[in-house]
């Protein structure tokens, strides 16, 4: 059975990132409907699968990572405006048996991604 899974590690601290939000989107087109939202546990990772069995559907996705509100709220934010607010990864899902893990390795300045396992 497929399923898309995802975590968010803060690279800076080296410890999951606990509280982030997490906007999931099917891209179609020029738009995007959201088919889920979920917010990172104290492993940094989500309690579920954001998609999984019948809800897998082959297309263009995109998750949206609510950084800025986690580093704001673990103190790495300076103040003003932030570098790193609101972090989109867009990714294609082919294979709907497959699992799908796209994780987010997050700090104050960079940020990093792959197709975890």
Do not use: K, W
Not at 18 to 34: E, F, M, P
Not at 46 to 58: C, K
Not at 88 to 99: A, E, L, M, T
């Amino acid at each position: 059975m497929g399923r898309l899974t995802t975590h968010v590690l803060d690279t800076a601290t080296g410890r999951p990132a606990a509280g982030v939000r997490i906007t999931l989107y099917r891209l179609s087109g020029a738009g995007r409907d959201r088919i889920g939202d979920a917010t990172t546990n104290v492993d940094g990772r989500t309690d579920g699968p954001l998609l999984e069995g019948a809800s897998m559907a082959e297309g263009s996705y995109e998750l949206v990572f609510a950084a800025g509100d986690y580093l704001r709220g673990t103190g790495q934010a300076g103040s003003g405006v932030l570098f790193l607010d609101e972090i989109p990864i867009r990714f294609g899902i082919s294979d709907v048996s497959g699992h799908y893990h796209v994780p987010l390795l997050l700090a104050p300045y960079g940020y990093s991604t792959y197709r975890g396992s």
